[in-house]
């Protein structure tokens, strides 16, 4: 039973700056811990429990914080999913007002994001022979993404940027097709580019591409 509350006012509850950084920190550690085990041990005999061993915190700390192995794994490769870079580039995109500026901050975060995290794509692009949990976390990430793409179109399309032969849902699908891993992929895996030179690729070909005249 709740206590009286002699003001008769409802109470708030209370976020402390320092609760917030501590659990902020306590994420860190766990998305370390599970990158470090998900790429030398692999993910298939990976266990809850190891990830909250090696990042010394109780299990249910982990499934509190992100649900499963599958939600960590998931946060792995999700730009938002902690403080610092490349979350900064996101909250960087959104305040930008320039076009130009904008793409060229998703083609930085297209390549940060792939680049700090190449097993974790790489495992989710063989998913099937893995295990049928990282298949289901790749078309989430993917669908994640579409999303994120079709908020770019929608901004280029709402101050009239937009090539005036493309519907909004052909320009996500542009946008959605460039920044793909797999065109990263190519591009740096096997064709060997510089991270630099795929960065200005993407940024120029996005606008050469959505932007008219």
Do not use: C
Request: no cysteine.
């Amino acid at each position: 039973m709740d206590e009286p509350n002699p003001g008769g006012t409802s109470r708030r509850p209370y976020h402390s700056p320092a609760r917030r950084r501590q659990a902020e920190q306590t994420r860190a550690r766990i998305l370390a811990a599970a990158r470090d085990l998900f790429r030398s041990a692999g993910y298939a005999t990976t266990t809850i429990e190891a990830i909250a061993s090696s990042a010394q915190v109780s299990a249910k700390t982990v499934e509190a914080a992100f649900g499963s192995k599958r939600g960590v794994l998931l946060a792995l490769v999700d730009p938002l999913a902690s403080a610092g870079p490349p979350r900064d580039l996101v909250d960087r995109i959104r305040a930008a007002d320039d076009p130009m500026h904008r793409l060229r901050l998703v083609a930085e975060l297209t390549r940060r994001s792939y680049e700090r995290s190449v097993p974790e794509f790489e495992l989710m692009r063989g998913a099937a022979a893995v295990a049928p949990e990282v298949s289901a976390v790749a078309q989430q990430v993917e669908s994640r993404r579409r999303a994120n793409q079709a908020r770019l179109a929608a901004y280029l399309e709402e101050r009239g940027l937009l090539r005036s032969n493309l519907a909004l849902d052909e320009a996500t699908d542009i946008i959605w097709a460039l920044t793909s891993y797999d065109v990263y992929r190519a591009l740096i895996g096997e064709r060997r580019w510089p991270p630099d030179r795929y960065q200005a690729w993407l940024a120029a070909t996005l606008a050469a591409t959505l932007l008219g005249a």
